[in-house]
């Protein structure tokens, strides 16, 4: 079984629509990430948490939310999906203790029509 | 100016031959990252440094932080290594700046 797991792979959803993408780990890594990834554009962060009280924006937070439901959970929300949110996500956890190593789920292909 | 730059942005190679693929960053840096992601689109991390280098198998991870300059180098390249190599800088608090990645291409 994977270290991080995203669910779902694929979604295609239409517009206004309300869309949960949701990250679960068994690394017991307190930090968890949620990115996404365009065609011709880096990573960016949408939202990282540091532990289950502790949430932050990232770089492109308007339009999604997060929850942290617990240490191993993490799930991102497109409130309103839009057409310009499709993208590939990807959820990452790294463990604050030591290493900042990052460890990938296998990302979540989102297409809003 | 994008603060992670990544040369060349494709790459193709014949089977064999050694590879390098550089990353320049313009920011302070607490670590620099190697990632690599595969067609299928899953990203696994290679390498996270700080200073010097570090070698693993074929794959050898260099950085001069006074240069804000980092290589990845692929001896004896094979098609399986074709991917997408990204270059990710650390910044602190957990944040990281991604450079766009590099796309190689490894011909039998």
């Known amino acids: 079984d994977a270290d991080v797991t995203q669910t779902p792979r694929n979604r295609i959803t239409k517009t206004g629509k309300r869309i949960m993408l949701e990250c679960s780990q068994t690394k017991g890594h307190d930090r968890m990430y949620w990115y996404r990834q365009d065609p011709g554009l880096g990573l960016r962060l949408i939202y990282y948490s540091f532990d289950v009280k502790d949430i932050n924006k990232g770089e492109i937070s308007d339009g999604y939310s997060v929850s942290r439901q617990a240490q191993a959970k993490f799930s991102l929300s497109l409130e309103s999906a839009i057409p310009n949110q499709t993208a590939l996500y990807f959820c990452?956890?790294?463990?604050?203790?030591?290493?900042?190593?990052?460890?990938f789920g296998s990302g979540t292909q989102l297409s809003v029509l | 100016k994008n603060e992670v730059e990544q040369s060349p942005q494709n790459l193709t190679a014949q089977e064999g031959e050694f590879i390098t693929i550089n990353c320049s960053y313009s920011v302070g840096i607490s670590a620099l990252h190697w990632l690599q992601q595969h067609p299928g689109g899953g990203i696994v991390s290679l390498f996270m440094?700080?200073?010097g280098k570090k070698k693993h198998g074929r794959l050898i991870a260099t950085i001069n932080i006074q240069e804000k300059h980092s290589s990845l180098h692929i001896t004896a390249s094979h098609p399986r290594d074709s991917a997408v190599y990204i270059c990710?800088?650390?910044?602190?608090?957990?944040?990281?700046?991604f450079g766009k990645g590099t796309k190689l291409s490894v011909k039998p």
């Open positions: 440094l700080s200073s």
């Open positions: 990710a800088v650390s910044v602190g608090q957990g944040n990281l700046i």
């Open positions: 990452a956890t790294s463990d604050a203790r030591g290493s900042e190593k990052l460890f």
